[in-house]
């Protein structure tokens, strides 16, 4: 309560005559007789100020500001001693009172202890409200720099998928240029190029608009206990065909030792599809022995229960400038035939898991991706 002063006292006459002089003062005063009442008073009432004697029964004043002091620390207690009360006078200080007075009590000294309390109290709220002000200043400075981030990043990411889809017409209106030639010139040759070229700028389109929907699909987990070979198993499994269509040796390789964990294994499939589909483009592009181009899939239990996943690839690798721009928006490796999506969308997925993802590559050597997830939670918890 603002303005108003609690007064313990286990003197009657003391209480009334300190009650007429603070009132005189323009303060609210409400009076105790002993530490006890004080206290319970105190609980209901929130005084800005107590005013109270040393020595009482049942509990003193000593224990009194301390137990005051523990329910209000910026309570203002001002300590009242009788002859021979010095010591402990000095102990309330160090309870942190805010002054003491001595019995007989001067009008004048009690009016500056009590005009010590209130520039105390005055300071204090000044502080408060200049925190508060500037809390809210540095709120709102955060925001203005997040949203100018996130225009800018919208801007950064419009340019991008511009420069995509510009990247893709272009290569339409090449195949139909081509097209067009073998209509008029009635050249086989060319309108089957022509309708290959418009054939894969279409198949880009089509790639381009899944990998937006999937990046700009919520990554909501729907965890469940799941055997972590099981997503690994089944990307093998759906992408051998196409690796032996491109003279890949794809193989996996499981722990059998792995236990169920809680994970989403929709999610974690759809990454992993992504990472063996790079490496499998990755060794078709490599110029070499076809022999040698492999892809191995495996799977480890981490020390913390969680498990591992590798994908290594024995495909062209990547320039030390490329590892750099792995997972940044809209950056391929593969040129005009990727989208630059599908690394980023996979990065999204394992940190939405508490995961990680890193990868080790060079050039005309491979590179080998890694995939770490930890055990996650129950679904009852």
Known sequence: MENSILLVDDEAGIRTVLGISLADMGYQVVTAENGRDALNIFKKQMPSIVLTDIKMPEMDGIELLRRIKELSPDTEVIMITGHGDMELAIKSVKYAATDFVAK????????????????????????????????????????????????AAVGQTVADLSHAIKNIVGGLKGGTFVLEKGIEL???????????????????????????????????????????????????????????????????????????ISLDPELIHRSLL???????????????????????????????????????????????????????????????????????????IIDAHQGEISFKSKENKGTEFIIRIPMGKKNDE
């Open 104 to 151: 007989p009590i001067n009008d004048e000294i009690l009016d500056i202890a009590l005009q010590r309390a209130q520039e105390r109290i005055a300071t204090r709220r000044q502080l408060n409200e200049y925190t508060q002000r500037l809390e809210q200043l540095v709120q709102e400075k955060t925001q203005r720099l997040l949203e100018a981030e996130r225009l």
């Open 186 to 260: 009635s050249h086989e040759q060319y309108l089957m190029q022509g309708w290959e070229m418009i054939k894969g700028n279409v198949e880009k389109i089509a790639n381009l608009s899944l990998d937006l929907l999937n990046y700009a699909k919520g990554t909501e987990l729907k965890f469940q206990l799941t055997d972590p070979n099981q997503p690994a198993c089944e990307v093998v499994k759906l992408m051998a065909p196409a690796a032996k269509e491109q003279g890949v040796d794809l193989s996996i390789e499981v722990d059998a030792d792995l236990e169920e």
């Open 274 to 348: 992504n990472l063996v589909t790079n490496a499998i483009d990755s060794c078709s592009d490599r110029q070499s022995d076809p022999e040698i181009n492999t892809v191995r899939v495996q799977t480890r239990k981490t020390r913390e229960r969680g498990v591992e996943y590798r994908v290594e690839d024995t495909g062209c690798g990547m320039k030390p400038a490329i590892k750099k721009k792995v997972f940044k928006r809209f950056f391929t490796t593969k040129g005009s035939a990727g989208t630059g999506i599908g690394l980023m969308a996979t990065k999204k």
